[in-house]
Structures are given as structure tokens and as C-alpha cells.
T-cell receptor, first 113, second 109 residues
Framework: DAGVIQSPRHEVTEMGQEVTLRCKPI?????LFWYRQTMMRGLELLIY????????DSGMPEDRFSAKMPNASFSTLKIQPSEPRDSAVYFC???????????FGPGTRLTVT | DAKTTQPPSMDCAEGRAANLPCNHS???????VYWYRQIHSQGPQYIIH???NNETNEMASLIITEDRKSSTLILPHATLRDTAVYYC??????????FGKGTMLLVSP
């Protein structure tokens, strides 16, 4: 298996633009997690899905952030409109069951100018 | 989930054993100890986990004290590629991961 795949790896955008981050989990994994990592706040869980259904989105910072999982092999995290404080590395992870070890993707480094 | 305390940084010579401590004095009976690491510019990577018995896999060994209030992750023969931030996480089996600041391990030649 290729592992968790994220795209793009790097994204630079201007404030106010819409940003879409993409994730393909490991085949057969029922759980998908989105994290954000910054120097100030460390690694934070934003939202997670079970069988394509959002279970807990309490970590999503504000309404500008939204996440979807239209099928078992694809998820998106969208920021609209983006702001400079959204600059961070965004990781996607998946696991077979909620308590199992999570496999992380390589991350998307987002820079909002 | 119980809170953990780790030293912010540690050094280790290449080829020597790296022993990374973690305190979790408020751990409850159904909480596991998990270790992940994050190499620079990569996503976190699962290493090992345990409940109360010592565990070993191809990457590392996990030693949990009898009272379960602390644990040690052991990398038996550290290499330069083991330089990373190591996170000790205590959680019940069904909860999500909460990452702290971890320990920055620097392995030097």
C-alpha cells in the first residue's frame, strides 16, 4: 500500500482565497483524521470521520473550515476564506479502528500571505 | 485522558541505547501508553504501545513501571535517522490522540 496520500504537498495562497486540501486514506481503514500543526499550538486534531461520517468536529477552529468525505477513499479539508493565521502543516491520518495506531500522510504545508 | 510529562530534549550517541522517559502519574487502569515519533518535515509515526506489560517490537521496547505511573521507551541502538520528536500519549483504547510537546531526541555521530 502507498500509505496515506495528501495533495498538494505545498500550497501558497493569498488571504481571502479558497484552499482545498486532499487526502486519500489507506484502503480498508474506516477512520480518517485531519490534524493541524503549528509552532505555537503543536499538533491538534481538527475533525475525524468513521465510515465517511463526521464524528467529532469540535477541533475545527471556525466556520471558515469545512471537511467532507464523499467516499471511503477521499476526503477534503476546505478553508474559505483563508487567513494568514491558517498557515500551518495539515496532516491527514487513517486507522482501521478508532483505537488502532494511526498512519499519517506527509502533510500539506499551507502558507497564506 | 491522563496528562504526560516528558523532558523537552535529550542527546544520544549513535550506536548507544536511547532511553526516553515519560511520567503519567494520573493514569487510570484502562488507559494505554502510546509512543509516536515525528521526524523533521514528516508526519508522526506510530512506534509502540502497552497497557501494563513490557512490550517489544522491531523498532523499540516499552518498559512500564509496576505502578504504571511512568514508562521508558528504549531505542536499543540509536542511529542518526532516529533523530526526531518523540511523543508519549496516554489514552483509553477508544479515544483520539492528544499530542503534547514531546521530547526532541538528537542522535549524534
Amino acid at each position: 500500500d502507498a500509505g496515506v496520500i495528501q495533495s498538494p504537498r505545498h500550497e501558497v495562497t493569498e488571504m481571502g482565497q479558497e484552499v482545498t486540501l486532499r487526502c486519500k486514506p489507506i484502503s480498508g481503514h474506516d477512520y480518517l483524521f485531519w490534524y493541524r500543526q503549528t509552532m505555537m499550538r503543536g499538533l491538534e486534531l481538527l475533525i475525524y470521520f468513521n465510515n465517511n461520517v463526521p464524528i467529532d468536529d469540535s477541533g475545527m477552529p471556525e466556520d471558515r473550515f469545512s471537511a467532507k468525505m464523499p467516499n471511503a477513499s477521499f476526503s477534503t479539508l476546505k478553508i474559505q476564506p483563508s487567513e494568514p493565521r491558517d498557515s500551518a502543516v495539515y496532516f491527514c491520518a487513517s486507522s482501521f479502528r478508532r483505537g488502532d495506531e494511526q498512519y499519517f500522510g506527509p502533510g500539506t504545508r499551507l502558507t497564506v500571505t | 485522558d491522563a496528562k504526560t510529562t516528558q523532558p523537552p530534549s535529550m542527546d544520544c550517541a549513535e550506536g548507544r541505547a536511547a532511553n526516553l522517559p515519560c511520567n503519567h502519574s494520573t493514569i487510570s487502569g484502562n488507559e494505554y501508553v502510546y509512543w509516536y515519533r515525528q521526524i523533521h518535515s514528516q508526519g508522526p509515526q506510530y512506534i509502540i504501545h502497552g497497557l501494563k506489560n513490557n512490550e517489544t517490537n522491531e523498532m523499540a521496547s516499552l518498559i512500564i513501571t509496576e505502578d504504571r505511573k511512568s514508562s521508558t521507551l528504549i531505542l536499543p541502538h540509536a542511529t542518526l535517522r532516529d533523530t526526531a520528536v518523540y511523543y508519549c500519549i496516554v489514552r483509553v483504547s477508544y479515544s483520539t490522540l492528544t499530542f503534547g510537546k514531546g521530547t526532541m531526541l538528537l542522535v549524534s555521530p
